[in-house]
């Protein structure tokens, strides 16, 4: 479960301890609210949440925009234990993998060495 929500361990402390130039830029100016909105549209059908699960694909946007960047494992970490004290599995289901990839495509840029604009993902 480790390696899922966070990565190989070292990897991990070599991020933290040497953050990519991208993801310092990403995390000082966020992510246009209008772009990850659409292409999480995109990826997701939103017509088919509960408003719960709504409430917290809205929080992840927000986070999305202020930082630029979140990491799988805050998804489990306030704000979004509101919404379920299990994670994203228990709230969303089997849908919850699309909610991980999203996330996962988004973050892809930030964590790049070289920020390539022709990288699919937002940002």
Do not use: W
Request: with cysteine; aromatic share 12%.
């Amino acid at each position: 479960m480790f390696t899922r929500l966070y990565g190989d361990k070292s990897r991990i402390l070599f991020e933290v301890e040497n953050p990519p130039l991208s993801l310092l830029i990403r995390s000082i100016i966020g992510l246009d609210r209008a772009e990850v909105e659409t292409r999480l549209a995109e990826y997701i059908n939103r017509g088919v949440f509960t408003p719960q699960q709504l409430r917290f694909v809205d929080t992840l946007v927000d986070c999305l925009v202020r930082d630029g960047y979140v990491p799988l494992g805050a998804l489990y970490e306030p704000p979004f234990d509101q919404f379920h004290f299990e994670g994203p599995e228990e709230l969303f289901g089997p849908a919850a993998e699309r909610i991980f990839d999203f996330v996962e495509m988004t973050n892809r840029p930030a964590m790049s060495p070289l920020c390539d604009a022709s990288q699919r993902g937002v940002g």
